[in-house]
Nanobody, 117 residues
Framework: VQLVESGGGLVQPGGSLRLSCAAS????????MIWYRQAPGKEREWVTA????????NYADSVKGRFTIYRDNAKNTVYLQMNSLKPEDTAVYYC???????????WGQGAQVTVSS
């Protein structure tokens, strides 16, 4: 089982990035996908989630209207489009898979996002 994040990097305030989380080793379409982030010195926080079919999404207030989560079950990948980035969005971003019919969950290794001028 693997979740591999990619697409992180350094971006200026107001810029955009798209994170990807590629899954393998499990039935991706049977898992809710969630993005978390952890800033330096802070606890990990929930950012957004998408149901296994992609039919429903939810966002933390801090990112609502700026971030978009979507998934492609044919490619076993979930994405996080981040627009209008702010310095306070700087964090390591993690994707997590949570089973709909099981209690299994899997974590990715994280992707660093730095928003700075």
């Amino acid at each position: 089982v693997q979740l591999v994040e990619s697409g992180g990097g350094l971006v200026q305030p107001g810029g955009s990035l798209r994170l990807s989380c590629a899954a393998s080793g499990f039935t991706f379409s049977s898992y809710v996908m969630i993005w978390y982030r952890q800033a330096p010195g802070k606890e990990r926080e929930w950012v957004t989630a998408i149901t296994n079919t992609g039919g429903s999404t939810n966002y933390a207030d801090s990112v609502k209207g700026r971030f978009t989560i979507y998934r492609d079950n044919a490619k076993n990948t979930v994405y996080l489009q981040m627009n209008s980035l702010k310095p306070e969005d700087t964090a390591v971003y993690y994707c997590k898979a949570t089973g709909v019919l099981t209690v299994r969950e899997y974590w990715g290794q994280g992707a660093q996002v730095t928003v700075s001028s």
